[in-house]
Structures are given as structure tokens and as C-alpha cells.
């Protein structure tokens, strides 16, 4: 079945570290997104990519940092520069032309101890 | 800049009610919009959506939504409400960037359901 994976559901890691999120499609979608969640504040756009060795920053970049060296492949790293890292983090994608719907992973859930 | 509101952020209905779920956007040029929804700790799904032409656009889960240009909004409904509908609900605007498409959410409507 063709879709979104993030792994792992549950992270943890204590103060100071950096820590990657990964995000794997198989829908040979060329753009992809990351957004983090908090509650009542919606979805929050992070980075997106468009293509494989370009990405772009969304409204809240500071304090993380993302790589595209693969079309399917698009990890996110929280570093310690991020000042309030527990979150739901999500990993989107979809077809780089037009306005078609962004298709979501499951999400990762981020606390920092 | 674009942005999304949407007013409600808990609504509760009787199962079997209808339902309305309020969005309003705000962008300069030609509107795509969306509805997702989310059950708790899981990932978005989308509903429906809207690019052009007929207003009233119809969704899985037996939603819908009208698109009206002159209010900038995108109304999400539901005639008969099931207990499977409790979710929250997210509105979003699909814009064109120099780097590319990307959407902007609303703050998401928390929706319960009594049985």
C-alpha cells in the first residue's frame, strides 16, 4: 500500500540533544512538508521541500533543520537550539504541480525531557 | 499575508443533528480549500476539497461544503451527525509561493458528540 510512514510514534529525549524525525513515502510524490502541532494552534509549517536537494523554510524554521537527498526520504532534526521542542510533529506530502491535497503520515510525537 | 479562522474552537451536537462548522480565509487571489480531519493522535484526512466551479462540494464521511466567495467562507456540514464524527476538524487554504505550494490551517474545531 502506497503512503506516509514516521517513526518512530513516541520519542523522548532530554534537554540539549538533537534528535531526528523520519519520514518515508512511497506515493513518488515530489513535495513534501513538515509541520508541528500544539494544541489549540493548529498545524504550523516548518520546512517543505519540492524537490530532491531544495528545500525551503515554513513560518517556524528556527531551531530545526531538514535534508532531501532522496525523492522518498525527508527527516527532520530538532536541535537544541529549538527552544520548546515537545510537540506532534507531522510529515505531509504530495504531487509537486497544481493544488492536490497534501496526504499526512501518522505523526511523531516529540517530548523532551 | 493569507489566513484561516475558524470561530468555534469546541461544538457539541446530539448524534443525529446536523452539523456546521465555520471557516472563514483570507488571500488575495483565487481560493483552494480544504477540510481535514483528525482523530486524536493520529495523522490528517482529507475530506474535501476546492478548486473551482460548483460551490457545493461533496466529501467522504457524507460532508459537505459551499464555498462562498462574498463571505470568504468555507463551511464544513453534515446533515445527520454519528458518534464516529468526534474529531477535530481543520480548514485550510492552499497558496502559491516562490518556493512552491504550501497550505496554511486554521486553529482546527474540536467537535463532541453526545449520545
Known amino acids: 500500500d502506497g503512503g506516509i510512514t514516521q517513526s518512530p510514534k513516541y520519542l523522548f529525549r532530554k534537554e540539549g540533544q538533537n534528535v531526528t524525525l523520519s519520514c518515508e513515502q512511497n506515493?513518488?510524490?515530489?513535495?513534501m512538508y513538515w509541520y508541528r502541532q500544539d494544541p489549540g494552534q493548529g498545524l504550523r509549517l516548518i520546512y517543505y521541500?519540492?524537490?530532491?536537494?531544495?528545500?525551503q523554510k515554513g513560518d517556524i524554521a528556527e531551531g530545526y533543520s531538514v535534508s532531501r537527498e532522496k525523492k522518498e526520504s525527508f527527516p527532520l532534526t530538532v536541535t537544541s537550539a529549538q527552544k520548546n521542542p515537545t510537540a506532534f510533529y507531522l510529515c505531509?506530502?504530495?504531487?509537486?504541480?497544481?493544488?492536490?491535497?497534501?496526504?499526512f503520515g501518522p505523526g511523531t510525537r516529540l517530548t523532551v525531557l | 499575508a493569507q489566513s484561516v479562522t475558524q470561530p468555534d474552537i469546541h461544538i457539541t451536537v446530539s448524534e443525529g443533528a446536523s452539523l456546521e462548522l465555520r471557516c472563514n480565509y483570507s488571500y488575495g487571489a483565487t481560493p483552494y480549500l480544504f477540510w481535514y480531519v483528525q482523530s486524536p493522535g493520529q495523522g490528517l484526512q482529507l475530506l474535501l476539497k476546492?478548486?473551482?466551479?460548483?460551490?457545493l462540494v461533496q466529501g467522504i464521511k457524507g460532508f459537505e461544503a459551499e464555498f462562498k466567495r462574498s463571505q470568504s467562507s468555507f463551511n464544513l456540514r453534515k446533515p445527520s451527525v454519528h458518534w464516529s464524527d468526534a474529531a477535530e476538524y481543520f480548514c485550510a487554504v492552499g497558496i502559491l509561493t516562490g518556493g512552491g505550494n504550501k497550505l496554511t490551517f486554521g486553529t482546527g474545531t474540536q467537535l463532541k458528540v453526545e449520545l
Open positions: 521541500s519540492q524537490i530532491v536537494n531544495d528545500f
Open positions: 505531509a506530502s504530495k504531487v509537486r504541480e497544481g493544488y492536490n491535497e497534501q496526504f
Open positions: 506515493l513518488n510524490h515530489d513535495a
Open positions: 476546492y478548486f473551482s466551479g460548483d460551490t
